[in-house]
């Protein structure tokens, strides 16, 4: 049996203390870069924080209240002139029509967007953002501002405005891109026209008393359906406006409304039922187009009329 030395403990002791020294030295190394990550990591969402918190200033000073006449010029498409009259914005060119007023205050939001980044513009680095040849160049009354190139990485939009190339969020250039029909009111009638007399082929609606008629009369109908469809026909809006293409009606509508305090008589032209209800508007020389399906419910009233 071998004797102990005693002094190969003190060596195996050794040798443990120096592996748990290295691994301390290790376990406290990978602790301090876990802290100083941490660390990192703490600072930069403060830094995102405050830069969240300060919006960006507004691409212009302007105030939309001052803005009277806007005008879009794009690369061959018409110009498009705006002119507001009262409360009520009106389309001037390229077809004189009522306006928009969602699209136009969409136009009109661009004045306060905010501008991410801005920096000098350099005439001969225009290009690079798009701005030699802008997409949509749009003027309110002495304001001018060009839409270039959208940013490749970021859903913003370079823009010119006072010497200036500023990103702001790509979503308004969409409203300086539209072609001009998204700029006429949809609405069939407008707001404070008030529908007191139809006469569709087949039959005539009238009111008297608040109360509206049918000729020839149907006792099958209820008032609620009769103002059912009174009512559709007074909040009609179309999908689509055009120009009037000078195709000939083949059927006509007269309807009779008061506007303030005055009874005024409009004629619509029946242009087609299928596949798209088409109503042109002679006092406007304008095309209503609805769904063949409103079509039908706009025309029909009877007992079995759909919803």
Do not use: C
């Amino acid at each position: 049996m071998r004797k102990t030395n005693k002094t190969d403990q003190p060596v195996l002791f050794k040798g443990n203390t120096g592996v748990t020294s290295e691994l301390r030295r290790r376990w406290l190394l990978n602790a301090g870069l876990l802290l100083l990550i941490a660390a990192l990591t703490w600072v930069a969402m403060q830094r995102s924080e405050q830069k969240q918190a300060t919006p960006a200033p507004p691409l212009t000073a302007v105030s939309t209240s001052a803005i009277s006449h806007i005008r879009i010029e794009r690369p061959e498409q018409p110009d498009i002139a705006l002119e507001k009259t009262g409360e009520e914005w009106k389309l001037t060119a390229p077809q004189p029509a009522r306006a928009n007023q969602f699209n136009v205050e969409a136009l009109l939001g661009t004045l306060s967007a905010p501008g991410i980044v801005r920096f000098p513009a350099v005439a001969g680095e225009l290009g690079k953002f798009g701005l030699d040849r802008p997409q949509s160049r749009i003027q309110y009354e002495n304001e001018t501002i060009a839409f270039g190139a959208v940013h490749p990485l970021n859903n913003q939009v370079y823009v010119l405005y006072k010497n200036e190339v500023v990103l702001i969020p790509a979503h308004h250039l969409s409203a300086a891109t539209y072609p001009y029909t998204n700029f006429i009111d949809s609405r069939l009638l407008e707001a404070d026209r008030r529908l007191v007399a139809l006469r569709i082929p087949g039959f005539s609606l009238t009111l008297k008393d608040g109360v509206w008629h049918r000729q020839p009369p149907d006792k099958k109908l209820s008032s609620d359906q009769i103002n059912d469809f009174t009512s559709e026909w007074q909040n009609a809006r179309a999908l689509s406006v055009e120009k009037y293409s000078g195709k000939r009606a083949i059927g006509e509508i007269d309807i009779t409304t008061t506007r303030e305090s005055k009874s005024e008589k409009l004629r619509l032209g029946i242009l087609a039922t299928h596949p798209d209800f088409v109503l042109h508007r002679q006092d406007e020389n304008l095309e209503y187009h609805f769904t063949e399906e409103t079509g039908k419910r706009l025309l029909n009233l009877s007992v079995n009329r759909e919803p």
